[in-house]
């Protein structure tokens, strides 16, 4: 009796899955979000080199799709200014399992894109304007988009949406504060002052003279700063993601944008002095800002911003640093993913 019990069970639900594929059926499901039918980029293995037109010519960036989902596309801006997308390889174990489709994306510059020697070129709105072409030939819009910037992909990101909020469906800021400035007091005068006195005292020696190419200031900076606020894990213990991004890392573009501190944003660079504060309340998009307890930057500002914002939610990362991606991965993860599901049902 109950071997005929199960066997119409199964048939029960063979049929259900049959006549309805996307109602929680994950054999259907998964065929779904794997099935390249149809996509320019099936040959490549979702592998995409992008036209960029620039005040200087055209280059090409290079993007790389996975999955399929027409509601729930994101495009991921990584930091630096000229790191890469290899940051966020650990989406990999989170986002198919969801079924949400995602974009890796090296801006110009970056490594896997085209890297042209021209400094007039790492400029914010210029990266901007890339975004919104690269949105364009991805086929992205506001039925599907949620960007997600960290760090300084967190800069661009707000940029981004402050121009060109029409286009998307959800905005994720993840490790980013609204202003340079205060960025740079929360690191002088709350995480400084955490620091060894000797070692803070050796640090600012090299800072000081500007001697931010010497062996022993990025040794000091890596081991006693870098392990605390960047990626909290023994740098021999790093996972290979982040050295390649590290490896891999302009620093034409770093340097001319984020300047040569590893201790804030200092000397001549473009970002400075920039300033977002007095937009954010012009944010109406649904927007999820991500904060960590050990973050470089100050997650009482961060979680601010969510409340600045029209429709903000703010998820905080007790365990995480700047890449919470990493040291806080369940949370982070299990809540970005949320807002994004949260954002697709309406329930945000």
Request: aromatic letters at 14%.
């Amino acid at each position: 009796m109950y071997k005929y019990l199960f066997l119409m069970l199964f048939m029960l639900a063979f049929v259900a899955c049959q006549n309805n594929p996307g109602a929680g059926c994950k054999c259907k499901t998964y065929e779904a979000y794997h099935d390249n039918t149809e996509r320019d980029d099936a040959f490549t293995g979702g592998v995409k080199l992008i036209d960029v037109e620039t005040p200087k010519g055209t280059f090409k960036v290079w993007t790389k799709r996975v999955g399929n989902n027409a509601r729930k596309k994101v495009l991921l801006l990584h930091g630096g200014p000229g790191m890469t997308h290899e940051l966020y390889e650990c989406f990999d174990s989170y986002f198919p399992g969801e079924a949400i489709e995602y974009y890796y994306y090296d801006q110009l510059g970056s490594h896997y894109s085209d890297q042209p020697d021209d400094l007039s070129l790492w400029d914010l709105p210029r990266f901007v304007e890339e975004v919104e072409q690269v949105r364009k030939a991805l086929g992205l819009n506001k039925d599907n988009f949620y960007l997600f910037g960290q760090s300084w992909g967190g800069i661009l990101a707000m940029e981004y949406a402050h121009k060109y909020q029409e286009n998307l469906k959800g905005l994720v800021i993840s490790n980013m504060m609204s202003s340079i400035s205060d960025y740079q007091m929360y690191s002088d005068s709350v995480l400084a002052p955490r620091m060894d006195p000797e070692v803070l005292a050796e640090i600012m020696t090299y800072e000081n003279a500007e001697d931010y190419s010497n062996p022993r200031y990025l040794e000091l900076i890596v081991q006693n700063y870098y392990t605390e606020h960047i990626l909290r894990m023994p740098v021999e213990e790093w996972p290979d993601p982040v050295n390649r991004t590290l490896n891999h890392v302009n620093p034409d573009v770093y340097v001319t944008m984020q300047g040569p501190s590893e201790f804030g944003v200092k000397g001549d660079a473009t970002l400075k002095d920039w300033d977002f504060t007095d937009k954010l309340k012009d944010l109406s998009v649904s927007c999820l800002v991500i904060g960590a307890e050990y973050d470089t930057m100050d997650p009482k500002h961060m979680e601010w911003m969510a409340g600045e914002v029209q429709n903000g939610r703010y998820l905080h990362c007790p365990n995480g640093s700047h890449l919470a991606q990493f040291d806080d991965q369940e949370i982070f993860f299990e809540g970005l993913i949320s807002f994004i599901e949260d954002v697709d049902t309406g329930e945000f």
